[in-house]
């Protein structure tokens, strides 16, 4: 069995993301356990109101299902949308909260897989200032690439470094945007090229598993020409957007590699605790490479 991994340490681009990979193989059952038994209620939440919202849109386009007048029909469908875009953010919330507190759970307790109850006492302290944190650094992303793209590209890798600081060295919003940027300095370029590479890997996974709402949206246009999209593919398609979002999980641990790759590279904080427990422990067999 291959060793587990040790996340402080120098990774090279690919190292980061191979590993990436190879801790949720090796720690599938806990982490999949611990996902859903914390972001499940929200992930069925966000399912929920995007049937009703894209069922609303639908009904709305072929004229059925509404009788108060053009005021009504703008409530309602307002209404969904404002809940599809609540659990959204509690969805994306619940995510980050989960994986980053099992990774750090994970380190804590020197490579062993933490339980549900455990990531539990850690999702319950930070989900809240994950919450308010993460709306704020939404709109400071969006204000970026609203006021220019350049400027919103440049700060999207420091905005995704920003949650694993906040959790992993317990930090404030404060703290952690400063931290972000400062881990970044002079080390942007590798990092934008990671963060991408992993991005475009999560957009892949999540279009193969949309493949049955395509699949219908096809078969409608060529049988429904008049109404191209159906009540079925909008229930189907909600359904597998959702799911799609598990895929989540790849950047998020991902975020965690790049991390702790930057701390090791300006701080070496990993190695220093390795010098440092040298011989406190003589039944230790070999001590984990370092770069």
Known sequence: ????????????????????????????????????????????????????????????????????????????MGFSYILMIIFLILSYTSMYVSVLSFVALYIEKGNVPPTVAEVWVYFKYYFFRMLGSGVLMSIFLGLCFICCI??????????????????????????????????????????AATILVVYVIFYACSLIVQIPSFIIAIVGAFTHAEQPITRTYAFVSSIFQQIAYIFMIIPIISSTFIYYNLVERKESLG?????????????????????
């Open 150 to 191: 350049i400027p919103g590209i440049y700060v999207f890798p420091a905005v995704t470094l920003f949650y694993a600081v906040m959790i992993l060295e317990n930090g404030n919003f404060s703290h952690a945007f400063e931290r972000s940027f400062k881990l970044l300095k002079n080390e942007w370029w590798i990092t």
């Open 1 to 76: 069995m291959k060793d587990k991994i040790e996340f402080k340490k120098i990774r090279e681009f690919g190292d980061i993301i191979g590993d990436t990979f190879v801790f949720i193989k090796q720690n599938f059952k806990p982490l999949m356990a611990a996902f859903f038994s914390l972001t499940g209620i929200f992930i069925l939440g966000g399912m929920i109101s995007a049937i009703i919202a894209q069922l609303q849109l639908v009904d709305l386009a072929q004229g059925e299902g509404y009788t108060g007048g053009p005021f009504a029909k703008m409530y309602n």
């Open 271 to 291: 190695l220093l605790n390795r010098i440092d427990g040298l011989g406190q422990n003589s039944n230790q067999a070999e001590t984990p490479e370092e770069y």
